[in-house]
Nanobody, 118 residues
Framework: QVQLVESGGGLVQAGGSLRLSCAAS????????MGWYRQAPGNQRELVAT???????GYADPVKGRFIISRDNAKNTLYLQMNSLKPEDTGVYYC????????????WGQGTQVTVSS
């Protein structure tokens, strides 16, 4: 059973930085894609950033140039470095992992709260 455990959330002032971590059980290279999503109160969960097993990355427009997604395969850990944080970045951040099997297998962490004060 795959488990994803996020950490690193907290309260930060606007303009500050946080680094989120997602520890994965098992071999992280078995996931074709990993990513971070977030959900603000009253909003749908939205994609923040993704990274493939080959290291290709993608970002949602609101976070481009401010957030960096990375992975340490030796530690089975996914990261999200968040810089120049804004109040609108507030939400619960979730780690996601996907295997492109048929059917696809998708895994979620429990989420970590990020609150950015103005």
């Amino acid at each position: 059973q795959v488990q994803l455990v996020e950490s690193g959330g907290g309260l930060v002032q606007a303009g500050g930085s946080l680094r989120l971590s997602c520890a994965a059980s098992g071999n992280m290279l078995s996931f074709d894609h990993m990513g971070w999503y977030r959900q603000a109160p009253g909003n749908q969960r939205e994609l923040v950033a993704t990274i493939t097993s080959g290291g290709s990355t993608g970002y949602a427009d609101p976070v481009k140039g401010r957030f960096i997604i990375s992975r340490d395969n030796a530690k089975n850990t996914l990261y999200l470095q968040m810089n120049s944080l804004k109040p609108e970045d507030t939400g619960v951040y979730y780690c996601n992992a996907r295997k492109e099997t048929f059917p696809a297998k998708v895994y979620w962490g429990q989420g970590t709260q990020v609150t950015v004060s103005s």
